[in-house]
């Protein structure tokens, strides 16, 4: 389990993440959304050990990240911005991690090696940058790790290779309970991958829930009336946004919907529809309602 | 064992880092280790079969093993640490099961390992070939030996240099700040001896032939540099058996030498330690650059500080090298900030720097004036001995009795109270050996309990004539003419007489103390001052470059000159009789 506990961090008067709190259970994908230089690629990179926490705790396992490398051969990082050595290939690179993972797999970068074909024996630094994320992330998967941690993944990657890394990952959750937390801010990226998503804005975390409860959550409702009714009759409902065209209103409201279908069906109208959200539009109700202007952070 | 060290976790990570990086660093390290043998053997055996000609052939490839291994250890160093420079390579890096400072350790030592694989091999295979061509050689073992110090010595330099990068690479933020720093700290004394070699230290010392000037020159520019302190070993390594007639590592700045392989070390141990509180996020900025205002002003203010306490001041060399230490780990991180911040910046911080140094002057003038060493004269009882030499008199006396040396201490504070000002050297622990053919006047005192103080004051010595005459006229000055007691031994002696005409004439040395002992009872008893046994004004007469010739030997002992005013009208009667005699012979 990865557990984050008002973590704050600085570079110089830079303030990256404010008292964030978070946690992972095993087996889950954990969505990190934000703009960028929200802090995403920070808090991805203190759970590596890479950076050090200001203050607040950072543990995996219940055991500190930072220099430890007993909990270190558990995690894998992919940056957004792989590194490689210099006129190393993918063989180079498996040989190098093989030293320091004890749970390395040739084998599995053999399988992986399926499905992303990359010649092992090309350079590296010659390759395009999807083509070297794929190396990444095969090379990271082959350390079979139990926790992976993704920093702007699919970054770069076609349509195809896309699903196959999401196809992979899904089959690594499923095989091996690996424990993901993938940044991206394109939501819809991990709209069907993430159990749970937190968004970071400005070095805050405004929004950290499970998928799940987020859909049951707020509803997107479009309804018809003969007689366009007051808006007074509404007022019962948790309305965080409603449109109008001509009879046809479009409403976007917050709660059970158990509740919220009887007092629109008390108005009478002649027609009702829920109409599946898409987690980009509940973060922009969600948020915006809140008062957060984060359309411009969700893309 | 290596086994059971391979199944530890803690070494295997380590190890795994160390052969890994080895295996990286392979070409470059072959590359320089071919070279380093065809250097070293490339002309070894061409056309000769001297056996010393050999061997001096293969000790003269050491210079390129030196200069091979030193571009090695820099270019590994900073390949290999660079990690921490680069955002790509410190997100891999850092994220790696293993501990930062294991990490670092392990890069760090495959660089040095590196390093010194060239050397080894040239070293190794320089005796190879010395036995192989010159077996049978008397010089042979002493050779092998020499080489294998060569190379002991080579490894601690390359330690130091590797450990001296390693800590630049730590302590800056981007490896192109950490290699200027560490080429800035190593060839900036080079400019600085050119640089100030005239005009400024003329400026600033008030003569460029100085004592002070000597010591900033050579210890001072020299210490600050570990690639000047090391080089300086390296070239004098190749003094060993040149000859063939003994090492000859006593001339090397050995302290030197060790105090750069502590600092050496201090530098590595604080860099290990420092990896692991290494804010890593800080990859390509500097990491000195919110400490650059109390840095540079410190620096400004020690810089400033040491240039009049050298003026002023009683700094033995010791003082010099641990300071110019201290300085150098200073510069190389205030250049690496200086490239980020830029000079606009810095102006205020250099401002303050300067206030800081003032500060000191201000202090070192207080205690130089008040209860420096400037009215510090020794007492005459402490003191064992003393020196006084005159210039262009030509005047050289030591003094053991206590009232000569009185009269020598009331000479000393006759010149202080005159206050000769900055036209004057002093350095404590060395005794003054240079004769710089100006007019001064340099008393070294030896104490009792066997220190030495040395003074030049450079100032017209007309001005102390009146001592400097009391003390030309003492008992023991007198002493030197009188002969005795160094030519005793003398059978007989040659004497140059300078006038009208030059003259060589071989004389007996019975005749020599006759002409001695006239010549000294006339200054005696005569009325000249200094200036006429100096400037040759009054002088009308000259004889000179007294030589004893020893019969015994059949070589010349020693020579005097000896200044003749004409008034000394029967020293000048027994000259000309040896005149007559030296013909007659």
Known sequence: MIEIKNLTKRFDNILALNNVTITVEKGQVYGLVGSNGSGKSTLLRILSGIFMPDSGTVTIDGEAVYDNPKIKEKIAFVSDSPCFFLHANLIDMAKFYARLYPRFSFER?????????????????????????????????????????????????????????????ACEIEDNGLTVIISSHNLRELEELCDSVGLIHFSDLVFSKAVSDIKTDIHKIQTAFKNLPEESEFNELELLKSERTGNLIQLIVKGDMDKIKPIIEAVEPIFFEEIPLTLEEIFIYELGGKGYDVSHVIQ | MMSAMLSNKNFSSFWQIFRFTMFKNKALVIVSSILAFLFTQGFTILKTTNSKVILYRLKIGIPMLWCICTLLVAVLIAVNLRYMHRKKSADMFFALPISTRKLFSARFLASFIGSIIPAIIGHITIIIFAFIYCSGSVEIDF????????????????????????????????????????LIVSFLPFLMVILMRRDIITSLYGYNGSVSTSIFKDEFCFSISPFMSILYFAIESLNFNYDFDGFSYNNVDIIGFLIWFMVAVLVLIFSIWFAAKRKNERAGEPYVTPLLPIILQFLTAVSVGMIFAAMFGDFTSLFYTVAAVILAMLGSVIFSAIQKRGFKKLKKDILTGAASGLAIIIILAIFITGVGFENTVPAAEDVADVVVKVDLLTFESEFEKQEDIEKVIALHKDIISQKPGRSYDIIKGKKISSNYGVESIQIDYTLKNGEYISRRYYCKIEDFSNSVENILKSENSMERYSLKPSYDNMTDCTLRINYSPSDFIKVPIEKIYELAQTYKNELREGNHSWGDLNSGKATTIWCSDVAFYDEKTGSFQGYLNLNIPSTCTKTLELIDECRGLGAEG
Request: glycine share 6%; aromatic share 10%.
């Open chain 2, 143 to 182: 050779f092998a030996c020499g080489i294998l110090i060569s190379l002991a010595a080579m490894i601690a330099a390359m330690f130091i240099f590797a450990s001296l990068a390693a800590g630049f690479m730590m302590f800056t933020g981007h490896t192109y700040d950490a290699i200027q720093a560490f």
């Open chain 1, 109 to 169: 970068l053999e399988e992986i090696n399926k499905i992303f074909p990359i010649d092992k024996k090309a350079k590296l630094q010659n390759m395009s940058k999807g083509m070297q994320r794929q190396a990444a992330v095969m090379l990271a998967l082959a350390c079979q790790p139990d926790y992976l941690f993704l920093d702007e993944a699919f970054d770069g990657l076609d349509p195809v290779m896309r699903d196959a890394l999401k196809g992979i990952i």
